[in-house]
T-cell receptor
Framework: KAGVTQTPRYLIKTRGQQVTLSCSPI?????VSWYQQTPGQGLQFLFE???????NKGNFPGRFSGRQFSNSRSEMNVSTLELGDSALYLC????????????FGSGTRLTVV | KQEVTQIPAALSVPEGENLVLNCSFT??????LQWFRQDPGKGLTSLLL?????REQTSGRLNASLDKSSGRSTLYIAASQPGDSATYLC??????????????FGQGTTLQVKP
């Protein structure tokens, strides 16, 4: 059974640019959540999608957005990149987003220069 | 507001020692609690999932317990090995429709097992 796949693994972008990250969940999982991990703030919740609908959102500016497709694959977009957006971005999939636990991908390391 | 705390922040032990990692949370209304392991620069690997109605889970040398009434969970690692060196994170999913998909993480315990 394939795990959670995140692409690309590494990205280097210039301040002001935009970036799109992709996450393919485990087959059959309908919930996809996104997290930002930085040394100073730890793991912070960005948003969660379930069956193409955003169900929950963390405290991030509107520059961070996402979407989910009918096959449950999800993308996260960050516009007008800032240096502080440099982080490891992780996605997690779950069958329902509540009781059945989460499986994480390997992450995308974004560096903004 | 749910908060998760892990103590200690770092731990160094000799190989073979049994050890306990602690996790506490402020609100007992949770769907589940999950323990993860993270190696440097990598994603999270799920170790154990304890659902709200359960008291403990075991996998190999790992045992995790959950006491919702006191807001505590422990991860017990038996006969530690150098390969166990990593950061261990606990996370809860709070109850409620406004919390679906939202894991609340502790800051982690970084474990070093010396040969």
């Amino acid at each position: 059974k394939a795990g959670v796949t995140q692409t690309p693994r590494y990205l280097i972008k210039t301040r002001g640019q935009q970036v799109t990250l992709s996450c393919s969940p485990i087959s059959g999982h309908r919930s996809v959540s996104w997290y930002q991990q930085t040394p100073g703030q730890g793991l912070q919740f960005l948003f969660e999608y379930f069956s193409e609908t955003q169900r929950n959102k963390g405290n991030f500016p509107g520059r961070f957005s996402g979407r989910q497709f009918s096959n449950s694959r999800s993308e996260m977009n960050v516009s007008t990149l800032e240096l502080g957006d440099s982080a490891l971005y992780l996605c997690a999939s779950s069958s329902d987003g509540t009781v059945y636990g989460y499986t994480f991908g390997s992450g995308t390391r974004l560096t903004v220069v | 507001k749910q908060e998760v705390t892990q103590i200690p922040a770092a731990l160094s032990v000799p190989e073979g020692e049994n050890l306990v990692l602690n996790c506490s949370f402020t609100d007992s209304a949770i769907y589940n609690l999950q323990w993860f392991r993270q190696d440097p620069g990598k994603g999270l690997t799920s170790l154990l999932l304890i659902q709200s109605s359960q008291r403990e889970q075991t996998s190999g040398r790992l045992n995790a317990s959950l006491d919702k009434s006191s807001g505590r969970s422990t991860l017990y690692i038996a006969a530690s090995q150098p390969g166990d060196s990593a950061t261990y994170l606990c996370a809860v999913v709070p109850n409620g429709s406004s919390n679906t998909g939202k894991l609340i993480f502790g800051q982690g315990t970084t474990l070093q097992v010396k040969p």
